[in-house]
């Protein structure tokens, strides 16, 4: 089973070729220097690419250096069309977008078939956009990855962690959060509301409220497991749909956040 694309053309190009040159663009764009460490985690926006695609791409611009170790990306992210207790995985084996097919990890799935927090849902994800963006940007950023694709609807910050740790293996695993920031407010309200809530996101302090960002809930999951393993989190870049060409009356805000870990200290480990 194939989960097809729900949103190229909307979000992001349909063509394989523009995507590509896009979202090269993206992560070529000196939009934040390199940060010291390794990227075990990483926070980035999902809006369309016309307004937040510099930012996705400066998040997954740090992966560079890394890209050859990284071989599994669990991806969570909110469910923002089907009500959903916990998280979903999906029914497909295979994830496809403009520039191919990502296959969903078969050991994870089995890993957290005995979470109760756990279910699969194909709904949540037949036209969820959430994870989808982001796949490009990993398309283009690594070489060869499996994908933990988890969709997120009401679930506490510690049931998300749980999942978290289970699969947070060494250095060949990644864990990405989509998420935007602020919508919707002024472009001066949303400066003031997205620095607070990078400045809680940054502190390790969980967020209170989908206001502060859509995806507080797998944000908070990840503060709660980066807090366990001792990451160090980092702003990468920031901005909002005010500065992309939206109208500045109504914005959504979005940033690219890394947690940083040093060389994995378990003997026999890739770095």
């Known amino acids: 089973m194939i989960r097809e694309p729900a949103v190229a053309g909307l979000f992001y190009p349909a063509e394989s070729a523009a995507l590509r040159q896009a979202v090269g663009a993206f992560l070529r764009a000196p939009e934040a220097p390199a940060m010291a460490g390794r990227p075990k985690a990483l926070i980035a926006p ?3 690419y016309i307004y ?12 560079g250096p890394f890209a050859a170790t990284i071989r599994r ?17 999906p029914e497909a084996e295979r994830f496809a977008t403009p520039l191919g097919e990502v296959a969903v990890d078969p050991e994870a799935v089995s890993a957290l078939a005995d979470l109760p927090q756990v279910s699969v849902n194909g709904a949540a994800h037949a036209l969820e956009h959430a994870l989808e963006v982001q796949l490009p940007f990993l398309q283009s950023a690594l070489e060869s990855f499996a994908l933990v694709p988890l969709a997120v609807g009401d679930a506490r910050a510690e049931e998300i962690a749980e999942v978290l740790d289970l699969l947070w ?5 990644l864990i990405v959060v989509s998420s935007d920031l602020s919508h919707y407010l002024s472009y001066e309200a949303a400066q003031r509301a997205d620095a607070e809530t990078l400045s809680r996101i940054l502190d390790g ?4 409220s989908f206001e502060q960002a859509c995806g507080a809930l797998p944000i908070n999951g990840l503060l709660l497991a980066a807090r366990r393993h001792g990451l160090i989190p980092k702003l990468v870049a920031r901005c909002n749909s005010g500065d992309t060409g939206g109208d500045r009356q ?10 940083l870990e040093g060389p994995d200290p378990r003997p026999g480990a890739v770095t």
């Open 205 to 208: 302090r969980l967020l209170d």
């Open 73 to 89: 990306v669990v991806l969570l992210g909110p469910a923002h069309r089907v009500r959903l207790r916990g998280l979903a995985l």
């Open 250 to 259: 109504k914005v959504v805000g979005y940033a690219a956040i890394e947690f």
């Open 46 to 48: 999902h809006a369309g």
């Open 52 to 63: 937040s695609g510099a930012v996705a791409g400066a998040a997954f611009a740090q992966l």
């Open 169 to 173: 293996g060494g250095s060949e695993t």
